[in-house]
C-alpha cells in the first residue's frame, strides 16, 4: 500500500492543513508520499520535532537520496556544494562559529536606530503616495532587504535583480532549470561582488569573512544563503502579521495600549504561522526509533511545523492567536544546532515594524478581503505575493 | 544552591538565553557564544528564569546542578 499523499498546501491561509493535525495526532510517525512520488516520515508533534533536530544521527544534507524535497522534480544532487544550512557535524560548528557573531543579541540591538530610521522612512513613502498601496512592494519586503544589503554590503540598487530570482527559486511551479538558473544567477553576481570586497575591503560582514574562507566559493555560497534567508522569510512574516493584527482588532488595541507586549506578539505570530516548516526536514544516517516510529538509515523526514507548533501537549489552545501567550519554545526558527541564524535580527524587524506602522498609521485597513489575498501556496516558505491596503488622511 | 552551567562547546549562538534572561546570561563578541553573568540564580523568580533558558535553548548547553 501507498502512503497518502502529502497536503503541501493550506486550506485556511491561518491554519495548517487538517490532514497534517490529523498525522500528529495518530500514535507513533507514520509514511506520506512527498510531491516527487518518494516516501518520507510525517513528524508534527513538538517533542519528536525537537528529538529529530537535535539527533546527530538525522543529517541535514539535502544532496542525500532520502531527503524530503517539495517539488516534483528533485534537483540533480550535487549541483551545491555544501552550506551552512545542509552541513552536518564536524563541519556545521565551524562554519557556524565564523559568522554566528555577526548576529548576537547585542550586535543586532544595535541595530534598532538604523532599522528604525529605514521603516519611518519607508512609511513617510508610502503615506505621501496613493491609496490604496501595495504594502508587500512599500514595506514588507524593501526593510529586511535593505537591512541584509547593508549587514552584508551588498549594494541595494541591485535588489530588483535578486529579488526577482528569489521569488522565482522559492515557487515550487517554476520549472527545476529556471530555477537552477536563478540561482546561478545570484551566485555569478555574489562571485563578482566578493573580488570587489577583496581589491576593496569595506567595513562590512562580507569583508570580514573573505579572511576566514580558503576557498572562496565557499563564501559565495553564504553569502546566498543569507541574502535569500535575510530578506524573503521576515518579508513575509510581516506581511502575515499586518493581516493577522488587522483581523484581531482586539489584540492590535491591546499591542497599542502595552508596547511592552510586542515581543510576545511577534513569537506568537512566528508560532502561529511557522513559514518555513519544511526547512526543518532531515534524512536518516542510521536506524533510529522517534516518537514511536523505527526510522531506517537513508529514510527522509519531513517535518509538520506549523501543526507542531499548535501541539497541545506544548501549547495551551494552540489554534488561537494570543499576543499576551508570550511562547518561545515553539519551533518556527527550527530547534538544535541549525536553529535560525538571523532570529534575532527577525526579531528586531517584526518588533520595529509593528511597533510604528499601526503607532503611525492607527487609520490602516485592509483594501482587499482577507480570503481575496493571494498567499503564496505554492512557495517554499509561506507568505503573501500582495497585500492592499488602505488608510484615511491623517 | 542551583548553579546554571553552560557547556560552550554544544552552544550555537542563537541567543535565545540573553533573551530570555540578558541580567544571567551574555554573547562573548567574537564567536557568539553563551557567557554566564550570573551562575547562582538569587532568587525564585531568577530560578524560573534559568529553568526556561535551559528548556528553550536549541542546542541543550544550559543545565542547571543543584
Ligand atoms: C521570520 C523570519 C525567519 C524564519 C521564520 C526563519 C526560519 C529558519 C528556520 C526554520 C531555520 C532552520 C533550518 C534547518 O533546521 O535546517 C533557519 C535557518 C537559518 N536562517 Fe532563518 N529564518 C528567518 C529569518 C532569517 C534571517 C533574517 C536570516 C539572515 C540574516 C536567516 C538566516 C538563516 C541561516 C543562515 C540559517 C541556517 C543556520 C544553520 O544551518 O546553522 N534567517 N531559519
Ligand atoms: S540559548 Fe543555548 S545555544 Fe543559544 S546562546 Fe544561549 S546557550 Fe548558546
Redesign the interface.
Known amino acids: 500500500m501507498t502512503a497518502p499523499q502529502l497536503q503541501t498546501t493550506r486550506s485556511c491561509p491561518f491554519a495548517p492543513p487538517p490532514e497534517h493535525v490529523q498525522l500528529r495526532d495518530l500514535e507513533a510517525p507514520t509514511k506520506v508520499t512527498m510531491p516527487d512520488g518518494q516516501e518520507a516520515w510525517a513528524v508534527a508533534r513538538l517533542e519528536d520535532v525537537r528529538a529529530l533536530?537535535?539527533d546527530p544521527r538525522f543529517s541535514s544534507d539535502r544532496s542525500r537520496p532520502g531527503f524530503p524535497v517539495l517539488v516534483k522534480q528533485r534537483p540533480k544532487p550535487g549541483m551545491f556544494r555544501p552550506v551552512l544550512l545542509t552541513m552536518d557535524p564536524p563541519e556545521h560548528?565551524p562554519a557556524?562559529?565564523a559568522v554566528?557573531?555577526?548576529?548576537?543579541?547585542?550586535r543586532m540591538e544595535a541595530l534598532r536606530p538604523r532599522i528604525q530610521q529605514i521603516v519611518d522612512e519607508h512609511i513617510d513613502a508610502l503615506l505621501a503616495g496613493p491609496a490604496p498601496a501595495d504594502l508587500v512592494q512599500a514595506l514588507s519586503l524593501p526593510v529586511p532587504s535593505l537591512v541584509i544589503c547593508e549587514m552584508l554590503g551588498v549594494p541595494y540598487a541591485d535588489h530588483d535583480f535578486f529579488q526577482n530570482c528569489s521569488t522565482q527559486m522559492l515557487r515550487r511551479t517554476t520549472p527545476p532549470e529556471q530555477r537552477a538558473k536563478a540561482a546561478d544567477e545570484i551566485r555569478s553576481y555574489l562571485r563578482d561582488l566578493l573580488a570587489q570586497k577583496r581589491a576593496h575591503p569595506a567595513d562590512d560582514l562580507l569583508t570580514r569573512q573573505l579572511p576566514r574562507y580558503d576557498d572562496p566559493e565557499d563564501l559565495v555560497g553564504l553569502a546566498f544563503l543569507l541574502l535569500i534567508a535575510g530578506h524573503e522569510t521576515t518579508a513575509n512574516m510581516i506581511s502575515l502579521g499586518v493581516v493577522t493584527l488587522l483581523d484581531h482588532p482586539d489584540q492590535l488595541a491591546a499591542l497599542l495600549a502595552h508596547p511592552a507586549l510586542t515581543p510576545a506578539a511577534v513569537e506568537e505570530l512566528l508560532r502561529y504561522f511557522t513559514i518555513a516548516e519544511f526547512a526543518t526536514s532531515r534524512v536518516a544516517k542510521e536506524d533510529v526509533e522517534l516518537g514511536g516510529a523505527l526510522i531506517k538509515a537513508g529514510d527522509g523526514v519531513v517535518t509538520l511545523g506549523n501543526a507542531a507548533n499548535r501541539d497541545p501537549a506544548a501549547f495551551a489552545r494552540g489554534d488561537e492567536f494570543d499576543v499576551e501567550r508570550g511562547a518561545?519554545?515553539h519551533i518556527a526558527?527550527?530547534?538544535?544546532?541549525?536553529?535560525?541564524l538571523g532570529?534575532?535580527l527577525a526579531?528586531l524587524e517584526l518588533q520595529i515594524v509593528f511597533d510604528t506602522l499601526f503607532r503611525r498609521i492607527p487609520s490602516l485597513r485592509l483594501a482587499a478581503g482577507v480570503d481575496d489575498l493571494p498567499f503564496k501556496d505554492d512557495a517554499s516558505i509561506y507568505g503573501i505575493y500582495e497585500l492592499p491596503v488602505t488608510w484615511s488622511a491623517p | 544552591m542551583t548553579k546554571i552551567l553552560a557547556d560552550t562547546s554544544r552552544c550555537?549562538?542563537?541567543?535565545?538565553c540573553?533573551?530570555?534572561d540578558?541580567d544571567a546570561f551574555?554573547?562573548?563578541?567574537?564567536?557568539?557564544?553563551v557567557i554566564v553573568l550570573a551562575p547562582e540564580p538569587s532568587d525564585e523568580a531568577a530560578l524560573e528564569r534559568a529553568r526556561?533558558a535551559a528548556?528553550?535553548c536549541?542546542?541543550?548547553a544550559l543545565s542547571l546542578a543543584e
Open positions: 533536530l537535535t560548528g557556524r562559529r554566528v557573531g555577526e548576529f548576537t543579541v547585542r518561545r519554545h526558527f527550527g530547534f538544535g544546532p541549525h536553529q535560525c532570529q534575532n526579531r | 550555537v549562538g542563537a541567543g535565545q540573553v533573551l530570555t540578558p551574555d554573547q562573548d563578541e567574537d564567536e557568539g557564544l526556561r528548556l528553550i536549541p542546542s541543550q
